[in-house]
């Protein structure tokens, strides 16, 4: 098993950092919301009974439904920026298809190109002078 699986992983690299910037950007939320609903701070909403006016009207419901929109929409865009801006380890960077390292073939191709050069230019330049011709290219 390799060393990174088993070393802690820090807080910002973790699943704690998005969950507790969230929480607190959704109580942000609730609590304006709540403010904003009970009418301020100077003039706060009378407390209402249980029958009387429940449902979307009271505060706390609709800080509640706040707190919950900002808190899945902010842990979704965190999340999606940590993953974006996370390297891919050393190993996915070989291998093939997808996972490609595509300097490295390039720098093959680029090359093998040189090399095929290097040898058409020889060959003329045997050619040119009259040397005979050795090796596989005698027959």
């Known amino acids: 098993m390799p ?39 100077d003039n ?11 449902g979307l009207n009271a505060p706390i419901n609709l800080a509640l439904i706040a707190f919950g929109i900002a808190f899945i929409v902010a842990l979704l865009l965190v999340s999606m920026l940590q993953l974006a801006s996370r390297e891919n ?13 595509s300097e490295e073939l390039y720098r093959q191709q680029v090359a093998e190109r040189r090399e095929k050069e290097r040898r058409k230019k020889q060959e003329e330049a045997r050619r040119e002078h009259g040397e005979p011709p050795y090796g596989r290219d005698a027959e």
């Open 3 to 41: 060393d990174d699986q088993n070393r802690r992983r820090s807080l910002l690299q973790s699943v704690k950092a998005p969950l507790i910037f969230s929480a607190v950007l959704g109580a942000v939320a609730a609590a304006v919301v709540f403010m904003a609903t009970s009418g301020g701070t």
């Open 44 to 54: 706060p909403r009378v407390q209402q009974g249980v029958g009387e006016a429940g």
């Open 89 to 101: 380890p050393e190993e996915l960077r070989q291998g093939s298809g997808v996972n490609l390292n």
